[in-house]
Structure formats: structure tokens, C-alpha cells
């Protein structure tokens, strides 16, 4: 069930009522049954794989906490890291693993041909994997007791609004939430719908409109001069961003009406002054993943400098193959580990980077130099293969003066465009829901009027789904 | 909190009013003319028709060497002299389509009688199903009969049948699996799929005894087409006939279901009486049941031999002339039925033509047709403009000495005609020519007929074709405009009397 269908329109609503009218103790039923329903109107039998995740590490977890000793612990968060990560590897990187090393095979002359699966990617699996092997890895390490209902675990494994596309949440966050008594409160009614009307905005009306022109310039970008390439590439930079925050956003806002407060997805990366604080901006819950479960048991920054080299650029390639099993998605992570590194190094040696006043020349100087990057990044993001991202590099420096095809970009377009880039600047550390109750209600309901007749009036409608849903 | 709340319930009512209105005065048409382009073909059927026909690529499709390349329901009119027929023809569409268009007629025209093609193919699941489901049902969902905002609230939100080209074979196969066959006797097959596979391994000979390999994908496609049991309880295309059904009756319209050929007589050749049998089963289902309903059921099934059929290759229902006029004759009969007095019979020979139209849109090919132009239309998306330099609109050409002289006294002409003042000398001329005869020429003055301005307005003028250029080789007849305002002339209609 995609948020941007009239099924989920239905869905939530009933759900959420439902959810008030029932016994506090039986909500995490419905809520279970709702999850689960949610996710079975994609693929049915793919539900199996959440439930065996689910099995598996919730007894791993029961098991660990009856050992004190860690060698008596290991082997059992081994099974579980094995089975999630197994699990993750045969969905999503066996094809992968097994087309690379065919062409390996044919290149030293081994006759070995493993044989391709043909099945489709399970919907999120990247993020319920990772949410469970945190609470595995918490129990393991003696941070997170373990979790003796199973239907909580299962919940907190499943929970709807973030079960196929994030925030990738922890146990001791969200769990203690699901269980707490949630009363209905008209404060989180409204900053819950003004998060979804919002988050419905940028991904129908700013991504989906967007998506046709990106997809037009990369399904032929020779077509096109070096300029109209250009505009492709700032267009995907905000179709992804606005496509995956807005997400982000109706997942946060729905759970926000029943008292359940997910964390924060984006802030304004855009405006981050260099990558690291970029990822400080970006998909919150996947960087904070990585440095808690990555990062920082490869040692962090209290390494020896080459060690630190190392484990930066680790991270970043991990989270670069977490997104895709294509090398171009390892190079993109690759590159971003390389630009942060010299980032750092230049700052340390010319000390550009201090604090600027939000907005000031600087600033904005910065922030502008780092989607500069970030949108060249992309690329490799995009792209289908390597030869596809270093052709378009090719024809940005080519094509310039070339008069091919030009984009049709309708007018309205840039207007959405350009006010959302302005919300940007509006939105600078704060949340919509937040700003927007500041507002006078005149105001307010001018915001409202626009954004919902937007939404009807403009929204793309092709059928695109939720770019992160493939991840 | 609930008045709090019911407060901004009620706001966000009114809310939703204002954005209603605000989208249904400046952006609806424009949405409309952008995602559901076919409202234009129930738009272009005047308030004051008698009859409309609704079909699919049967009506206008037409074979290269037929001399009359009029759609179905223009043969249909003929029988009609005094009706105004017309058609709304959307290829590839069906019941489920044809619903939609039909709520759009406005409860204000005058139509009296629907003619809805019933295509037995339609009933099958791999139409049901079929990839261009897709477009098709976003094509309507901006026209549903519910207020505008709420429409493209709809669109927004995809909510019609929205599923990819694999996802609508994965349908129709697990349908066709699915549906077993219950036959009498001991028919070999459980079901289509069976059935295909079964052909499609043993195949059609040629006649060197070696697989043909173009007959078998023939006698394929004509199980697959054809090789179902009708379920009037279960098959979703029986309800959207249904519906039209119902909305008849809430019209008032008198409802002729047109089913329309097959070309049986290949298929027993390819397939086998079994699957004409079926054919012709389902048919009988088909007729009895909407008989029942009140429906007249015109069965052309077996009405059009094989040698009529336009693709020979296919299971399509496009038909040459001579098929096309079989179709409509047995349309009119039943037609009769409330238009008796209206009725007049059609002197039907494959080697004239004696009524001709052309609505600048669909590529028939008159002279001067350089002329088209999308500034304006009656109908469709253009019209020919005379004027301003382009003295000549479109011009009809035929050889009149082909029509016998009984059926020739009169040239009834008809065209819809915008004009932006009066300042003009603009004539319609009938010219002759031909061996062994003086050359023919006459003008009729158009403003001395038709004095409405910046409107579309019907000219219609009857004239007595003289005896001096019953032989001509070439009649044309167009309007000519030597004046510099520009006049849009669309829905050139011609029709030689006796």
C-alpha cells in the first residue's frame, strides 16, 4: 500500500480511529494486524520474512539476556546478525554477487556459472533488517533489556508508518511508546495531519512532477545540451530529496496522531555547509544507524589518523551498497567517504568552517558549494550503471553550446519548485507542523488552501512509487 | 475540544467548497482537454440528435479499396434520411467505457436512441484484462459524475485501475487458468490455456503438410479470443452492460445492442466447430439474457464472411465496406421498430458511393486539404479556414457519372460554419467537368442562409443536380471565400438523392 493511494486515505483513518476507541491493551493487536495487513497488500507471502526476522530476534534476544558472558552471547547474536544479514544478502545482493563473479569466472577462464534467482525485492527489507539487528546488537552489548513480549517485538519490528521506508527507529525509542497509554490529543491530530499534508505536497506535487523530466534527460541524455543536463541533475536532487523526506514526513505525521513520535528523517540538508553535516541533515535514522553500529565500533575518530581514513571510508561504502546491490551505488557512498575526508582535511588546514550566522553570506556560500557536490554525487545514485554516470559527465562538458532538444518544463513547475526551495530556507532547523502553528490562522488556513488544492490540483500522475521503497 | 474540532471540520468544508469552485471555473476544461481528451466525443454530438451510436474501431476502420469508407453508423443514418445520426467512437474501449461517455450526454439533449456495440471478444479476459486498461480508465476519471475537485482528487490519488502491462497478464493468465470448460461430451481441453498450448504445439499445415506458422498464431489468438464460457453471474463486462442498462431507463432512451460479427467462418476452418459452437453459445447467452432486460440485441455473429474481414490476421472486428453495410442494415431493421415512418431503404452498391462526410479529423482525404487547421473546430480538433489568402476549403471530388441517374437528383449539402461578421462573399460552388461537356459552375451564397456570427452554425442547402452534368467525370463541391475574413467550415456532409 503506497501512502499516495486512496487505499491508505481509507487505511489510516479507520486504523486510527480504532485505535482510540479500543482498550489500550489490545491497540498493539490492532496495530499489529493493521502493520501486517499494510505490508501484505504489496507481496502477501513476503510477510513471512518479517515474521521469521522477527522470531529470530526476539528468542536471540531472550537467549542473550539468560548469558553474562559475551562468549556465550556471541554465538547467538552471530545467528542473528547471519540470519538478517542473510537474509538481506540473498534478496538483495545475491543476483549481484552472482553476475560478478560469472564475469570473474569468464575472465581467468573458469567454466562456473551460477545461476540467477528471479524474484522481486522485498519492500523495506533493508529497513526492517537493520531495525532489528540494532535491538539485537543493544541486548548483546547489555544497553537494551530483552523484550519478553513478543507481540510488542513484533509491533516494533512491523509498525506501519515506518516499516517500509523508515525512520529506521530503535527498540528503546519506539517500543517504549507503543506501549505507553496514548490518549487523543487534538494537538497531535493537527500536527499530524499538517505533516502529512505537507509531506503529500513535496512527493506529489514537487517529486512526481519533477521525475518525468529527470527520467527524460537520463533515458537520453545526448538529446540534450550541457545546460538542459544541468537542470536534470538540480531536478533530481530535489526530486529525491522531496520524494524520500516526504515520505518521511506522512510516516512521522501519521504515527504523530496516535501519540507515537518517530524521529526526524531530514533537516534541511540542502543547506548543510559541508558532506558531514549533509549527513547530520540526511536520512537521520540510516547516518545515526551507521555511527552507533558501524562507525563506532570500528573505533570512530579515537584511531590512529589512517585507521580513522579507513573507518570513514568503510562507513560510507557500506551505506552506499545498503542503498543497491550495483556498483554504482558503492561508488556513490565511495565518493562521499572521499569528499568528507578532504573536506576535513582542507578545513583543518585553511579553517573556513565556523560558525556562520544561518543565512549569512557564508553560510549560503557553503551550503551552495555542498549541493554543487552532492548534485554531481547523484549522479552515480541515478544512474543504472557506472559507463550510464560518466556518459552524462561526458556530455555536461560535450554538449555545451549544443542546441539539442529542450526540456518542457511547465511554468507552474518552477513555481512549486522555487517555493519549495524557498520553504527550505523557511524550514532551516525547524519542522513544518511546529513552524506552521506559529502562523496566524489566517494564514494558516492560506498555507492549508494552498497546499491541498496543490496536491489535488497538481500532483504528478503517473504512477511513480516512493523512490526509497526499492532500497 | 469536539466544538474546536467540529470547527475546523466545518472549515475545512467550506474550504473545500472554494477550492471546488475556484478549480471548476479556471482549471477544469484545461484538465479535461489534458487528461480526459474523449469528453470532446460525446461534446461533439449535437443537443438535437435522434440516434447515437457508441463503439469501438468496428465503426471506423475501414479497407483501403472500399469505395465508401464511412464508419457503420453513417450507413445507419442513411437508412435515417430524416434523423440526425451520430456516433462517439473511442477505439479499443468497451462497456465498462461507453458507461462513462453515455452519463456524459447532457440530460438536456434530445437523444432518444443508443446503439451500443456489443463486442463478444470484450468478454474475454485477456480484453478484460488487457494492458490498455490502464490509460484507458484514466481517460474517465476526470468525467465521473461527481464535483470536479473530487475528480481530480481521484486522479491525484490513482484511484482506477492502475496495474502494469506484466501485472495484467499475470491477471488474465490466472483467469484463463482459472476457467475450466464444462462441455458436453469428451472435450479434450480443462481449459484456454490447454487449449492454446495444444494448438500451438500441433499447429495448422500448410499444404505441403509443414507447420504454418502464421495460421497457427491465427487459430491461437482465436482461442484465446473467443474460447470462454459465458458466466452472466461472475464476468464484470455482463454488469457494464448492466449499467448502461439503467442508465437507459433513467434517460428514457430506447437501447440497441449491436453485436458484432466475428469471422466464424475462419475460425471453424482453423479451430474447429468447437470453439464456433462456443461462439455461438455465448451469443445465445448474451442475446436471451439482455432480451429479457428489454434490450433489442442485434446478433450479427455470423453475418460477415471471412472475405470481409480488413485484418486477416487477427481476430478483430474490422469490416470492408460490404461488411460494414451489412452490419448497419441489420441495425436499421431493428431500428425500425421505432423509426418505421423514418425508415427508407438504402440502394446499396459496392461500386458507387452516394453519401460522403469528412470532419477534418479523421484523415479522410479530400482536396485542398492544406487548409486544415487547429484554430477552431465543430467538432474533433480542426476545420478547414477559407479566407484571408486561402480562397478554397476543403474540396469534395467524385466522379458523379459512376451513380446511376434514378439516384441522382438531388445533392443535399451540409457543414457547420463559423463566421466572424457578414463582410463577406463567401459561396459554396458546385463545379463539373468532363469529356464532351461545357464545364459546370455555380455558387451559392452562404451569409443569405446562415446569418449567425462568431457561433457554429448548420448550412444546409438541397440542389437539384441538372441533367447537364449527370455525366461529368469529376463533381466538386467546396466553399470559396475571396474575402479577407476568415470563415471555419468542419462536418462537410454530401448525400447524392434520388
Known amino acids: ?471 | 475540544m469536539l466544538k474546536k474540532l467540529s470547527l475546523k471540520i466545518v472549515l475545512l468544508l467550506v474550504l473545500l467548497i472554494v477550492l471546488n469552485f475556484v478549480y471548476k471555473t479556471w482549471f477544469y476544461e484545461s484538465d479535461l482537454q489534458k487528461n480526459a481528451e474523449l469528453i470532446n466525443l460525446v461534446r461533439a454530438v449535437p443537443n438535437d440528435a435522434d440516434i447515437v451510436y457508441i463503439g469501438e474501431s468496428s465503426n471506423i476502420t475501414f479497407r483501403g479499396d472500399d469505395i465508401d469508407k464511412r464508419p457503420i453508423s453513417a450507413f445507419i443514418g442513411d437508412y435515417f434520411p430524416g434523423l440526425k445520426t451520430y456516433d462517439i467512437t473511442k477505439p479499443a474501449s468497451h462497456a465498462g467505457i461507453y458507461k462513462v461517455l453515455l452519463e456524459n450526454i447532457p440530460v438536456e439533449s434530445k437523444v432518444k436512441t443508443i446503439v451500443v456495440t456489443l463486442n463478444l471478444r470484450s468478454f474475454d479476459a485477456q480484453w478484460i484484462y488487457s494492458n490498455l486498461e490502464t490509460s484507458l480508465q484514466k481517460s474517465l476519471v476526470l468525467i465521473k459524475p461527481y464535483p470536479p475537485l473530487f475528480n481530480r482528487f481521484l486522479l491525484s490519488f490513482k484511484v482506477f485501475d492502475i496495474k502494469s502491462d506484466s501485472e495484467r497478464v499475470k491477471e488474465y493468465r490466472a483467469k484463463w487458468a482459472e476457467d475450466e470448460f464444462h462441455m458436453p461430451g469428451n472435450f479434450q481441453f480443462r481449459n484456454v490455456i490447454e487449449w492454446d498450448r495444444w494448438m500451438s504445439n500441433n499447429g495448422i499445415k500448410d499444404s505441403n503438410g509443414n507447420y504454418d506458422l502464421p495460421q497457427t498464431d491465427l487459430a491461437c489468438h482465436f482461442i484465446k479470443s473467443f474460447g470462454f464460457q459465458l458466466d452472466t453471474l461472475k464476468n464484470p463486462r455482463i454488469s457494464d452492460f448492466n449499467a448502461i442498462i439503467e442508465l437507459a431507463r433513467k434517460r428514457n432512451w430506447n437501447l440497441v445492442f449491436n453485436l458484432l460479427a466475428e469471422n466464424t467462418g475462419k475460425a471453424g476452418e482453423l479451430v474447429g466447430n468447437d470453439l464456433t459452437d462456443l461462439m455461438n453459445e455465448n451469443v445465445q447467452i448474451l442475446e436471451n439474457y439482455y432480451s429479457r432486460k428489454g434490450v433489442v440485441v442485434v446478433n450479427n455473429l455470423n453475418q460477415v464472411g471471412n472475405d470481409q474481414f480488413v485484418d486477416q490476421n487477427w481476430t478483430t472486428e474490422h469490416y470492408a465496406e460490404l461488411g460494414r453495410r451489412t452490419v448497419a442494415k441489420n441495425v436499421a431493421l431493428a431500428l425500425k421498430h421505432w423509426y418505421g415512418d423514418f425508415y427508407k431503404e438504402v440502394h446499396c452498391d459496392s461500386r458507387y458511393q452516394t453519401s460522403f462526410f469528412n470532419d477534418c479529423d479523421k484523415g479522410i482525404i479530400w482536396g485542398q486539404m492544406q487548409t486544415l487547421t487547429t484554430d477552431m473546430a465543430h467538432s474533433g480538433e480542426k476545420s478547414s479556414m477559407t479566407g484571408a489568402g486561402n480562397d478554397y476549403s476543403i474540396t469534395f471530388e467524385y466522379p458523379l457519372k459512376v451513380i446511376p441517374d434514378s439516384l441522382k437528383k438531388t445533392i443535399n449539402v451540409e457543414f457547420w460554419l463559423h463566421q466572424p461578421s457578414l463582410n463577406h462573399d463567401a459561396k459554396l460552388v458546385i463545379q463539373a467537368s468532363g469529356q464532351g461537356f461545357h464545364d459546370y459552375w455555380n455558387g451559392y451564397d452562404i451569409k443569405s442562409i446562415v446569418k449567425d456570427i462568431n457561433v457554429w452554425a448548420r448550412y444546409n442547402i438541397s440542389i437539384s443536380v441538372p441533367d447537364s452534368i449527370k455525366q461529368a467525370d469529376l463533381i466538386k463541391i467546396y466553399v470559396l471565400n475571396q474575402s479577407k475574413e476568415k470563415i471555419y467550415i468542419d462536418d462537410f456532409k454530401i448525400l447524392v438523392r434520388d
Open chain 1, 1 to 471: 500500500m503506497l501512502f499516495n493511494s486512496i487505499e491508505f486515505i481509507i487505511f489510516l483513518p479507520i486504523v486510527i480511529s480504532l485505535f482510540f476507541l479500543i482498550p489500550h491493551r489490545f491497540r498493539w493487536i490492532l496495530l499489529l494486524a493493521a502493520s501486517y495487513y499494510f505490508y501484505m497488500c504489496w507481496k502477501v507471502e513476503y510477510i513471512f520474512l518479517i515474521v521469521f526476522s522477527t522470531l529470530i530476534d526476539y528468542f536471540c534476544g531472550i537467549f542473550m539476556e539468560k548469558f553474562h558472558e559475551k562468549r556465550f552471547k556471541l554465538p547467538i547474536l552471530l545467528v542473528s546478525l547471519i540470519s538478517n544479514l542473510g537474509l538481506l544478502f540473498f534478496f538483495k545482493y545475491y543476483n549481484f554477487a552472482s553476475e560478478n563473479l560469472n564475469l570473474l569466472f569468464d575472465k581467468i577462464g573458469i567454466q562456473q556459472d551460477i545461476p540467477l534467482m528471479n524474484f522481486l525485492l522485498p519492500v523495506g527489507i533493508s529497513f526492517y533488517t537493520f531495525q532489528t539487528l540494532s535491538y539485537s546488537i543493544d541486548v548483546y552489548f547489555g544497553r537494551q533489556k530483552a523484550e519478553k513480549h513478543l507481540g510488542y517485538f513484533a509491533l516494533y519490528v512491523s509498525f506501519f508508518p515506518q516499516l517500509v521506508a523508515g525512520p529506521i527507529e530503535r527498540f528503546s525509542r519506539l517500543t517504549p511508546q507503543l506501549k505507553e497509554k496514548h490518549l487523543f490529543s487534538y494537538d497531535n491530530l493537527v500536527n499530524g495531519l499538517r505533516l502529512i499534508i505537507f509531506g503529500f505536497f513535496i512527493k506529489m506535487v514537487i517529486a512526481d512532477n519533477l521525475s518525468g523530466i529527470v527520467d527524460e534527460i537520463y533515458a537520453a541524455p545526448e538529446k540534450f545540451s550541457s545546460l538542459e543536463i544541468l537542470k536534470g541533475l538540480l531536478f533530481y536532487s530535489f526530486q529525491i530529496y522531496s520524494d524520500f523526506s516526504g515520505y518521511s514526513l506522512i510516516a512521522i505525521g501519521s504515527a504523530r496522531i496516535m501519540g507515537i513520535r518517530l524521529m526526524d528523517n531530514f533537516n534541511t540538508p540542502y543547506l548543510a555547509k559541508n558532506i558531514s553535516e549533509f549527513w547530520q541533515r540526511w536520512h537521520i535514522s540510516l547516518s545515526t544507524w551507521f555511527r552507533d553500529y558501524l562507525y563506532f565500533p570500528l573505533g570512530g575518530n579515537r584511531v590512529a589518523k589512517t585507521r580513522w581514513v579507513f573507518n570513514i571510508l568503510v562507513v560510507f561504502v557500506v551505506s552506499g551498497v545498503w542503498h543497491g546491490a550495483n556498483w554504482t551505488f558503492l561508488i556513490w557512498g565511495a565518493l562521499f567517504g572521499v569528499i568528507y575526508l578532504i573536506e576535513s582535511a582542507l578545513n583543518k588546514l585553511l579553517k573556513i568552517e565556523r560558525e556562520y550566522t544561518p543565512y549569512s553570506f557564508g553560510h549560503i556560500s557553503l551550503a551552495v558549494k555542498t549541493f554543487i557536490i552532492v548534485t554531481f554525487i547523484w549522479v552515480f545514485f541515478r544512474s543504472q550503471s557506472f559507463a550510464e554516470a560518466i556518459n552524462i559527465f561526458k556530455l555536461l562538458y560535450n554538449n555545451i553550446g549544443f542546441a539539442g532538444a529542450k526540456l518542457i518544463i511547465p511554468g507552474y513547475l518552477w513555481v512549486f519548485f522555487l517555493t519549495f526551495i524557498a520553504s527550505d530556507f523557511l524550514l532551516y532547523n525547524k519542522r513544518f507542523d511546529v513552524w506552521l502553528g506559529n502562523v496566524p490562522a489566517i494564514g494558516r488556513w492560506t498555507v492549508y488552501g494552498f497546499l491541498i488544492f496543490s496536491i489535488i490540483v497538481y500532483a504528478g500522475i503517473e504512477n511513480f512509487p516512493f523512490i526509497y521503497f526499492q532500497f
